[in-house]
């Protein structure tokens, strides 16, 4: 069974760059068929997507965030990342890292979540 | 504010079917499919229902989803005490281009 697990400072100082890393505990990162994603969920709230990386490497961004965020990948070690800039309290969330099926002409839902990890944007 | 609309609430007695509200536009729900996720408290959110109405591996068949139009639905038949979680309703949004949660479904087993 395939698994995910984010990694990263806890705790993040307002302006910075907040950086997490998910690891995929199988070879699924490397076969096709899958989209990986970054999800985030402010205390007490909803979800929010924040953005994907397809097996081709092409990114796609949540508009609202897409100026200050970026995904890439380390096919080599199975994971892939996501840097958030110039973040502010309003970025305190737990952050999910999920597993997608890419289908071709559409992607399905997230069929497999890390337990997730609580950043916190304070001085 | 959430794109997709869900009530905040929902409640019953064990035994009894429950249904939970998504309610979208023609961007998302529309045109594409609605996904369902349940989340117990400090936990992960777990993929309940794909594509409008499937359920993956070990989902019992309490669970089912419907879609009609620009809204879905969550049904949940012969209610148990370990229900009671949060449920989000999600979807593909062509405008956007990103995916969209509802605000979620706070459902309490009285």
């Known amino acids: 069974q395939v698994q995910l697990q984010e990694s990263g400072p806890g705790l993040v100082k307002p302006s910075q760059t907040l950086s997490l890393t998910c690891t995929v505990s199988?070879?699924?990162?490397?076969?096709?068929?899958?989209?990986w994603n970054w999800i985030r969920q402010h205390p007490g709230k909803g979800l929010e997507w924040i953005g994907c990386?397809?097996?081709?490497?092409?990114?796609s961004y949540n508009p609202s965030l897409k100026s200050r965020v970026s995904i890439s990948e380390d096919t080599s070690k199975n994971q892939f990342s996501l840097n958030l800039s110039s973040v502010t309290a309003s970025d305190t969330a737990v952050y999910y890292c999920?597993?997608?099926?890419?289908?071709?002409?559409?992607?399905?839902?997230?069929?497999?979540w890390g337990q997730g990890t609580m950043v916190t944007v304070s001085s | 504010q959430s794109v997709l609309t869900q009530p905040p609430s929902a409640s019953g007695t064990p035994g009894q079917r429950v249904t939970i509200s998504c309610s979208g536009s023609?961007?998302?729900?529309?045109?594409?499919?609605v996904y369902w996720y349940e989340q117990f408290p400090g936990t992960a959110p777990k993929l309940l229902i794909n594509?409008?109405?499937q359920r993956p591996s070990g989902v019992p068949d309490r669970f089912s989803g419907s879609k009609s139009g620009t809204s879905a639905s969550l049904a949940i038949s012969g209610l148990r005490s370990e229900d009671e979680a949060d449920y989000f309703c999600?979807?593909?949004?062509?405008?956007?281009?990103?995916?969209?949660f509802g605000g979620g479904t706070k459902l309490t087993v009285l």
């Open positions: 999920t597993r997608g099926h890419d289908n071709g002409d559409y992607v399905d839902g997230f069929d497999i």
């Open positions: 199988s070879g699924s990162f490397n076969s096709g068929g899958y989209y």
């Open positions: 990386i397809y097996y081709s490497g092409t990114t």
């Open positions: 023609s961007s998302n729900i529309g045109r594409n499919y």
């Open positions: 594509t409008n109405n």
């Open positions: 999600a979807a593909w949004d062509d405008s956007l281009s990103a995916w969209v």
